[in-house]
């Protein structure tokens, strides 16, 4: 795969081994459509539970609205642009002369939010499967057995550049398409919650924005500040009484469960949501399977979980049964489990200040509307 920091390197061997990839019998994939709430109060107008430690029962993370809010105005442009792309072999200079016709891809459509969150959503022309917000929904795909990249698929779409970040592949059909003589640039990921504005300033450089990239990332980053901090105002104050929490990686069907520890940026999601989390209290780094002495030393309060992906074990039900040990739990004695759809609870990007919204409504007052 193409040269990843850290966390982004450890994602892209999951997907390697096919747990990402939607591959294996039975493993779900993205939703067709991201199912959304509407709007709704601000964060401090809720009625709150007076302890949220002692909730019970699971519920779901909704956005507000799937769109994706463009900078205004027309993004100014300079091409021809030559930039840095992140090749697994090391970084390779790639030219872009046209935007006309753009592919972002990747595992959770993270990039093709922020092409359109720069105002280039009209120069779209495909999509992978976890690209669903309302503007691109409707393009032809260019992955299939989960997010393989189809090159026939691409090819047919004529593209002038393809963004991705290589974690959706195999890398060398996207070298292929690169030879084919369409620009291919491979970003650098680091999930967590500034990625979302350094995703902005790497994808307004390719398609020749810097000035839209910077406007982006200052505006993204600002709205993320602001979203964590209105969440810290309905968390509880006190370290001991904030909810412990973890990210459990879900493929039942094929008997895939993941702890998603320090680095993986479910731990930097946890502490925006004002919470405590226990895989980096156990000393669990990265992404490794789930031990029952570890979920059992973690004792969370509350298990955040991929929407398809607790399906896949038959909901909250069947997760209890196949893994005893997090019955064991008080997540597990409590049934708190918050899901939200796979492409947007690790997306990272334009909708992170929105997904921070929703997962803090469903952990503080799941039963507010």
């Given amino acids: 795969m193409t040269r990843l920091p850290r966390a982004g390197a450890a994602l892209a061997a999951l997907l390697t081994v096919g747990l990402l990839a939607g591959c ?6 993205a939703s067709s459509e991201p199912t959304t709430a509407g709007a709704r109060v601000p964060l401090s107008e809720l009625q709150l539970a007076p302890d949220p430690r002692d909730l019970h029962g699971e519920s779901t993370a909704l956005l507000g609205t799937a769109e994706i809010t463009p900078l205004p105005g027309t993004p100014a442009q300079e091409l021809p642009v030559t930039v840095a792309s992140h090749d697994r072999g090391g970084d390779t200079r790639v030219t872009v002369k ?7 891809i990747d595992i959770s459509g993270t990039i093709a939010a922020t092409i359109a969150g720069l105002g280039f959503a009209d120069s779209l022309v495909g999509r992978d499967v976890s690209t669903t917000f309302p503007a691109a929904a409707k393009l032809p795909l260019v992955t299939s057995s989960g997010h393989s990249v189809n090159a026939e698929a691409v090819l047919a779409l004529k593209p002038t550049l393809i963004v991705t970040d290589g974690t959706v592949g195999p890398a060398d059909v996207l070298l292929q398409l690169r030879d084919a003589g369409i620009p291919v640039v491979f970003v650098a990921r680091e999930p967590g919650l500034a990625d979302s504005a350094d995703l902005a300033r790497q994808v307004g450089a390719a398609l020749g924005a810097p000035e ?5 990332a200052t505006r993204l980053q600002q709205e993320i500040d602001d979203k964590v901090a209105e969440i810290a105002a309905i968390a509880p104050a006190t370290p001991a009484d904030r909810v412990r929490m973890l990210f459990l990686y879900i493929r039942g069907n094929s008997g895939i469960y993941y702890l998603f520890g320090e680095e993986s940026g479910a731990d930097e999601l946890i502490t925006g949501l004002g919470g405590v989390d226990v895989a ?9 399977p789930m031990t029952d002495e570890a979920m059992i030393a973690a004792n969370p309060d ?9 399906k896949s074990t038959g909901g909250v039900d069947g997760l209890l049964t196949a893994r005893p040990a997090i019955a064991l739990t008080a997540a597990g ?16 990007g334009p909708r992170t200040p929105d997904v921070l919204d929703a997962l803090a409504r469903a952990i503080y007052a799941p039963s507010a509307k």
């Fill in 302 to 310: 509350l298990i955040l979980v991929m929407t398809d992906g607790l």
């Fill in 98 to 104: 046209s935007t006309k016709r753009l592919l972002g």
């Fill in 333 to 348: 004695q409590h049934r708190r489990f918050v899901d939200m759809a796979d492409g947007e609870i690790l997306g990272f």
């Fill in 212 to 216: 839209a990239g910077e406007r982006l």
């Fill in 24 to 29: 294996a019998s039975g493993s779900p994939q």
């Fill in 280 to 288: 980096g209290e156990i000393g669990w780094s990265g992404m490794k």
